[in-house]
């Protein structure tokens, strides 16, 4: 079984099985046949990039930094208009 989504409803399906440009779906509870062009495969699980812990790292570093920076001209800007 694969997941997809059926294009005219935009739908998440399970595929059962696939017969040459057919697939027999499972979509609201019912069984149906349907034209391969009518359906987007999901990406296999390979294609998703999963974070390292240095990535994790970086991003935590440099968001709150972000911050600082952002309150730090926030205050100035605040202290010289007052």
């Given amino acids: ?3 997809a989504i059926y ?11 696939q017969i040459d440009n057919y697939c027999e779906i499972f979509i609201d509870g019912e069984e149906k046949n349907v034209p391969l062009s009518d359906i987007i495969f999901d990406k296999p699980k390979s294609d998703i990039k999963l974070s390292s812990i240095e990535e994790l790292k970086i991003s935590l570093i440099v968001v709150p930094s972000i911050f600082n920076i952002i309150a730090y001209f926030f205050k100035l800007f605040y202290n010289i208009h007052t």
């Fill in 7 to 17: 294009k005219p409803t935009n739908q998440k399906i399970i595929i059962l099985s």
């Fill in 1 to 3: 079984m694969k997941k």
